[in-house]
């Protein structure tokens, strides 16, 4: 019996750092635009959400096995993300922040409307080749969609990670963060590799969709997820691949222990705020986030 609660927080560990896991992959898109453009996308859960319909529509519309549809999500959020940035975006490059953030929150609420037109206001599934029967891995009891979720977000974690510090392209976007006048100077197309940005957060987007939307179902509350996701990017940093990393396993284990030890003593709902509370003590003692990096403005 001495065991017991050992193993009990041994589970609430494992089960949050695979869910952090999960949310470290969708906060990677933020990450991605903010270091190419200075914005946040505040429309990035309603991204998740639009590709999770997508893959959804496709297996029970269209009937295609659900690599294709995977497949197909990822491609429609490209090429949506592409379009996005040329119709919609580019238009307001040298206009304050502020528009863009404008621009990101009223296409969250279209998209919204257009996903619940297109594909009704039910729950739809995505069946992924995963089992429901717990993964026993000695005292831990683990959800198998939570092990490929995991694997899956990690493995790109780190594919992107190598784009960015070993590829040429990636050391472009990289120098287009740092400083979009030194990037034109030298030579690089800054409004191409700003398309390129929104592209990759499409596949993130589209990556998230299909994980969470196999795990919770598929209707317009699955664009909450990227509500959970902004303790994440302001833990982390906004502008560090890293730090998203790092930030999602730290809020996927405070959640799973607040689940685990304080909704049973107040009756529920803990998880579901104490991130929040996290995410406000960090930017009280630490604005730019624990890998961000601190920016120093002459007055």
């Known amino acids: 019996m001495l065991d017991l609660p050992w193993r009990f927080i041994a589970i609430l560990l494992a089960n949050g750092l695979l869910v952090g896991s999960m949310y470290a992959l969708v906060a990677l ?56 940035e040329r119709v919609v975006l580019r238009p307001l490059l040298g206009r304050p922040i502020i528009a863009v953030i404008m621009a990101t929150l009223g296409l969250g609420f279209v998209l919204r409307g257009v996903a619940t037109l297109a594909f009704g206001g039910g729950t739809q599934t995505i069946p992924l080749p995963v089992g429901d029967e717990p993964v026993l891995l000695g005292p831990l009891i683990l959800p198998p969609i939570q092990l490929v979720g995991a694997g899956v977000s990690l493995a790109f974690l780190c594919g992107f990670g190598w784009f960015f510090l070993k590829s040429r392209i990636g050391v472009a976007m990289r120098a287009v963060a740092d ?121």
């Open 29 to 84: 898109g933020f990450v991605l635009i903010y270091k190419a453009t200075d914005a946040i996308n505040f429309a990035q859960g309603e991204f998740v959400m639009f590709a999770g319909f997508l893959a959804a529509g496709a297996t029970h519309l269209a009937g295609f096995p659900w690599w294709i549809s995977a497949l197909l999500a990822v491609l429609g959020m490209v090429v949506f993300a592409f379009g996005l």
């Open 179 to 299: 400083s979009q006048q030194v990037a034109m100077a030298m030579g690089i197309n800054v409004r191409r590799y700003f398309a390129l940005a929104w592209a990759l957060a499409g596949v993130v987007s589209a990556l998230g969709g299909v994980l969470w939307g196999a795990m919770l179902g598929v209707d317009n509350q699955l664009a909450l997820v990227g509500l959970k996701v902004f303790p994440v990017m302001i833990l982390g940093g906004l502008d560090s691949i890293l730090g998203a990393v790092v930030g999602g396993l730290i809020v996927g284990v405070v959640e799973s222990l607040s689940a685990g030890f304080l909704d049973p003593l107040v009756g529920g709902g803990t998880k579901d705020f104490i991130p929040y509370l996290l995410m406000i003590a960090v930017l009280m003692v630490r604005p730019e986030g624990i890998f961000g990096r601190r920016r120093i403005e002459r007055v």
